[in-house]
């Protein structure tokens, strides 16, 4: 079952603008991890923030995490037509046994040049 | 260069046949994932092994088998039970505990003929 769900699915947006992703997730977790996928490659890791952190950054993307409310949203800010690609978040379940991430079904970022 | 590779790129499956897609990483990391990723979707989650000599169905495992029989290697057979196979497959590893970054190989498309 998929634990993360990202919102919205799809996003297009201008160079130069910001973007905002939403993840939501059901179960208590260690970590959130967001990922990024180019259209037919691997997914590279983004960012990991861990469940007593609130906020994060790595140079243009900022990251939250708001656990009583189990939601996660990432911000990629200034924009450019490299970033596009689908962005995914991850999830670890605590206490299920499954020793495994958790993907959610990504959001399609579409940046217009 | 350190990392993962999977091979081949592209595959193509006759009915009623076996594949074997081929993952292998000199990272020397501890554990593996094999994931499913059908067009427009997220990562689904095949097997997984945490140490050499062992390995876990996730939640797609019917018509899927794995062999951990090296820590560097952890090929994933596509039998002629899984009626549905075309997909991106995508295999990934974690140093060590499923909370940690995941590193993700490049993936195998695998098509039938």
């Known amino acids: 079952s998929q634990q993360g769900e990202e919102d919205p699915q799809a996003l297009s947006i201008q160079e130069g603008e910001n973007a905002t992703m939403n993840c939501s997730y059901k179960?208590?977790?260690?970590?959130l991890q967001w990922y990024r996928q180019n259209s037919g490659r691997g997914l590279v890791h983004l960012i990991l923030i861990r469940s007593n952190e609130r906020e994060k950054h790595s140079g243009r993307l900022r990251v939250t995490l708001d656990t009583s409310k189990k939601s996660s949203s990432l911000l990629i800010t200034a924009s450019r037509a490299a970033d596009t690609a689908s962005y995914f978040c991850?999830?670890?379940?605590?206490?299920?046994?499954?020793?495994?991430?958790?993907f959610g079904s990504g959001t399609r970022l579409q940046v217009q040049p | 260069d350190g990392g993962i590779t999977q091979s081949p790129k592209y595959l193509f499956r006759k009915e009623g046949q076996n594949v074997t897609l081929s993952c292998e990483q000199n990272?020397?990391?501890?554990?593996m994932y094999w994931y499913r990723q059908d067009p427009g979707q997220g990562l689904r989650l095949i097997y997984y092994?945490?140490?050499?000599?062992?390995?876990q169905k996730g939640d797609i495992a019917e018509g899927y088998s794995v062999s951990r029989e090296k820590k560097e290697s952890f090929p994933l057979t596509v039998t002629s039970a899984q009626k549905n196979p075309t997909a991106f497959y995508l295999c990934?590893?974690?140093?060590?505990?499923?909370?940690?970054?995941?590193?993700f190989g490049p993936g195998t498309r695998l098509l039938v003929l």
């Open positions: 991850a999830t670890d379940a605590i206490d299920t046994g499954r020793r495994a991430l958790t």
């Open positions: 179960t208590s977790i260690n970590n």
């Open positions: 990272l020397n990391h501890d554990a």
């Open positions: 990934a590893s974690t140093i060590g505990g499923h909370e940690e970054t995941q590193y």
């Open positions: 092994s945490q140490i050499v000599n062992d390995f």
